[in-house]
C-alpha cells in the first residue's frame, strides 16, 4: 500500500491577500475605464510583472556564475604556477590577482546596482 501525503494547501499571508485585493480593485477601476478589455490581456500584464522579477533573480545568477569562473581562472593561474609557494612567483602574480579581484568586484557592483535600480 502506497501512502500519499497531503495536506491543506498552505494559507496566504495577509499583505499576499493585502496585494490580491488591491490589484482587483486595480484591475476592475482599469476595466470600467476600458470597457475592452480582454481576460488576456490581464494575464499578459500580469505574467510581465511577473517576468520582471524572475529577470532580477535571472541577473543575480548570472553574476555569480560570472564570479565563480573568474574565481576558476584565479585558481588555474595559481595551478599554472605549479602551486609553489615561491615570493618571487607570487610577487609577479600580484598584478594579475589584481585585475581578476578587481573585475569580479566590479561585475558584483554592477548586478547589484542594477538589481536595485
Known amino acids: ?3 500519499v501525503p497531503y495536506g491543506p494547501p498552505p494559507q496566504s499571508s ?3 491577500q493585502e496585494l490580491s485585493m488591491r490589484l482587483k480593485e486595480t484591475i476592475d477601476k482599469y ?4 470597457p475592452d478589455l480582454t481576460s488576456g490581456e ?7 510583472v511577473s ?3 524572475a529577470a532580477k533573480k535571472m541577473s ?5 556564475a560570472v564570479a565563480l569562473m573568474l574565481l576558476g581562472l ?7 604556477r605549479g602551486g609553489e609557494m615561491d615570493i618571487t612567483k607570487i610577487a609577479q602574480g600580484l598584478p594579475t590577482i589584481a585585475i581578476v579581484l578587481v573585475v569580479i568586484l566590479g561585475v558584483g557592483v554592477l548586478f547589484l546596482s542594477k538589481r536595485n535600480s
Open 1 to 3: 500500500m502506497s501512502y
Open 14 to 16: 495577509p499583505r499576499a
Open 31 to 34: 476595466k470600467r475605464d476600458n
Open 42 to 48: 490581464i494575464r499578459q500584464a500580469l505574467s510581465m
Open 51 to 53: 517576468v520582471g522579477a
Open 60 to 64: 543575480v545568477a548570472i553574476g555569480l
Open 74 to 80: 584565479l585558481g588555474f593561474f595559481f595551478a599554472q
